[in-house]
């Protein structure tokens, strides 16, 4: 089991609490992702748009949690964005590193993201 596996209940409360955070493969900056707060993702599809054909089936917490190294790809590789819910609710975005800059959720290159 990988470390995002054993860690995602505490990411997801990073993400409930502070709004975001990184997930990096293997410290490989150009393979990361962002879990952010659902408010956030929303707020910020206003200006910077997504189109629905880029955004996957929610996943519950404990099947995206499963399935995080799949989940990881699509996002990097193909642009999706994938919502992790919990009872029904959305609960997290999966989203593009390239996305959440271009957003001004996250500042700088990807290796030195903040």
């Known amino acids: 089991m990988s470390a ?3 860690r995602f209940a ?18 490989r900056a150009e393979e990361a992702v962002l879990l952010i707060h659902p ?24 099947e995206a949690r499963g399935r995080f190294g799949q989940l990881r790809e699509m996002v990097v590789y193909d642009g999706f964005h994938a919502p992790i819910t919990r009872h029904g609710r959305e609960h997290a975005i999966v989203v593009p590193v390239s996305w ?11 290796s030195g993201i903040r």
């Open 39 to 62: 408010d956030m993702w929303h707020d910020s599809r206003d200006e910077f748009p997504v189109g629905d054909d880029k955004i996957l089936e929610p996943l519950g917490i404990k």
């Open 10 to 27: 505490d990411m997801l409360l990073v993400v409930r609490t502070e709004g975001k955070v990184v997930v990096t493969y293997h410290n």
């Open 100 to 110: 959440a800059q271009e957003a001004e959720i996250v500042e700088g290159p990807a």
């Open 4 to 6: 995002v596996q054993t």
